[in-house]
């Protein structure tokens, strides 16, 4: 094998995405980062590629990938890969791109993903981005995007005609919004949060024609330096807020009753089929647990209706939220930021204007 | 035995952020704070320092009046302070940043017991990205996301946070633990701490300090050493502010209006 060389970019192409499974399940965010690397894989025209690792796992799920975009998948079977250790995979997925040289690597910024990916790119020599919002290769593609969502003046500004991969990212808590490049560098690698780009339809023609290829690794039990002792799932059932089609959320705004507050939060969402969502002043308060809360460091929604009760607009909490189709407020500050971000708000006291809203609701569905 | 503890002082992005026109970030306009995950991280060290009685470092990389962070965490009971700071190491992506974090952690000496913790994520970059860059670099097991720590006599058990429970592992020492805010709940400084902490060692590590680590070289580290450049950044995008409306019945009525409900 030649040797490798991070900076000889015209040796490395195709678009991986890093399929992340856990308990032989692949996880949601594979799809979502699939979709995403087909646009990208056709503006380049070249393969776009799913990594599966794991042991013994369903080669119906592994084919699936296909149903989702994939041209091939490289599914690495040990059973020292079976459950997660930073030390294994991380020597099997950089094995794997010395070998292959993909131009793009894809990995959900989940717990496990934002483990893996930052050791990966150390190791590899090249840069990786975190958490991005958007992924463009072509210039035009990334110009219209800026037309959207930038003050940039698009038509007097000078880009560059390449296929660099075009990184765009919050950073500061979302108070700035950065497009990040890796010119020099192969692969390109970025980070996706669950829930920021949306699953294409499944195709069953993709699925039929995806070429596996089963890898069996160079891996053995001295290269992990740590040991799994128990994987524990908490008892009780995960809110899935990423998911839902309503996220009704609660803020510190409920802390006059927080009890009340959350029940008639639950009430509304029952009411609107949807689910119960909270701001971290109400996970920090142990009101609700963590995983109900939304925002920069808890989940990223963008159901068809998300109603904020209670909660002022800090910009972590509206990183979270902020493209829901529709935006309902209720907030007893007229002045309070979350008013900005909304498409109808509300000012008024939450223990008064929910009851009104829970009764006015269900007499219209009861209607219909 | 040594804990050597990363921090990182950041802009306080919770209060007023100012953006300049240009798409960059007024730092000059912020106030300073210590990043909050690394309070974690240094209150886990200064617990394994009650349990056993191991030396405390707290290492920064930043411009010189980052001094002034170190002094409050001696203040709080770190033993000693590392300043890194030089020219040279300007303009440092994740990847840039922990090649000289991690010969800096190299001068400072990693002895087989030793631990190495860093924050989770710092606010002001966001990456969560720098911790197990410094792992790989340093060639030691990381934890990421660790919420308990335990010792033990042949390494730690550690308790690692994910989505929806946790995972409990068994790791070698030297490792490097990155520490988010329900490990532990940090300590204030004390008053004898705040009396002492001028007499503590600091030592400030420049380029010709770090410049013989094989880590250190001008294209391995600052601006030129770093894979990704930012290419344009802008303020997000502000979007119209909606409609108020007078009633809950108004309410009801559009959103059954528009197929809402
Ligand atoms: C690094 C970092 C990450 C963060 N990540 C997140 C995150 O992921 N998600 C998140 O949500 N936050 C996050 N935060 C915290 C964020 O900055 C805010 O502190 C938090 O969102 C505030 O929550 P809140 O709106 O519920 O509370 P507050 O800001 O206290 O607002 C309460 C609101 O309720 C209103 N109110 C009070 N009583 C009533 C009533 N009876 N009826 C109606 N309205 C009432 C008040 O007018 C006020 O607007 C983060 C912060 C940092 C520094
Ligand atoms: C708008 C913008 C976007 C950026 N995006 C990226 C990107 O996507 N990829 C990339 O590689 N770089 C990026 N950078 C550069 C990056 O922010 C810097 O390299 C920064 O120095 C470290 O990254 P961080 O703040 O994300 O730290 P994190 O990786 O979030 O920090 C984790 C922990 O590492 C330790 N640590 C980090 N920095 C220091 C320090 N200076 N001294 C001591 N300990 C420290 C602390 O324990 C901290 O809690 C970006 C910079 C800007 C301005």
Redesign the pocket.
Known sequence: MAEYNAMDTAAFKGVWVFCEQREGAIQTISYQLLSEGRKLANDLGVELCGVVMGSEVNEGYVKALGGYGADRVYYIDSPLLKTYTTDGYAKVLCDLVQDKKPEIVLIGATNLGRDLGPRCAARLHT????DCTHLDVDVEKYKGFLRETSNIDVENTAFEENTNLKMT?P??GGH?M?T?ICPRFRPQMSTVRPGVMQTQPFDEAGMNKVVIEKITPALTAEDIHVQVLDVKKSARKMVDLIGADVVVSVGRGISADPKKGIALAEELAGALGGVVGASRAVTDADWLPSDHQVGQTGKTVHPRIYVALGISGAIQHLAGMQDSETIIAVNKNASAPIFEAATYGVVGDLFKVLPDLIKEIKAIKAAQ | MKAIV???QVPDTQGKVAVKPDGTMDRAAMATIT?P??LN?VEAALQLKEETGCEVIV????PPPAEGMLRELMARGADRGVLVSGREFGG????A?SQI?AAAVNKIGVGPEDIVF?????I????????PQIAEKLHMPQVTYVTEIQKKADGLVVKRMLEDGYMEMKVQTPCLL?CIKELNQPRYMSVPGIFECYAKPLDIFDYNALKDDPLIETDTIGLKGSP?N?YK?FAPPVKGAGMMVESVSQLVGILNDKHLI
């Open positions: 840069g990786l981005t975190a990212r950073a500061f700035l950065a990040i | 990363c921090v990182k990043n995950d690394d991280a290492v920064t990389m930043g440092s992506d994740t990847f940043t974090l860093c924050g989770r994520q710092a002001d970059g966001d990456t969560a990205q720098v911790g990155t990704t930012v950044s």
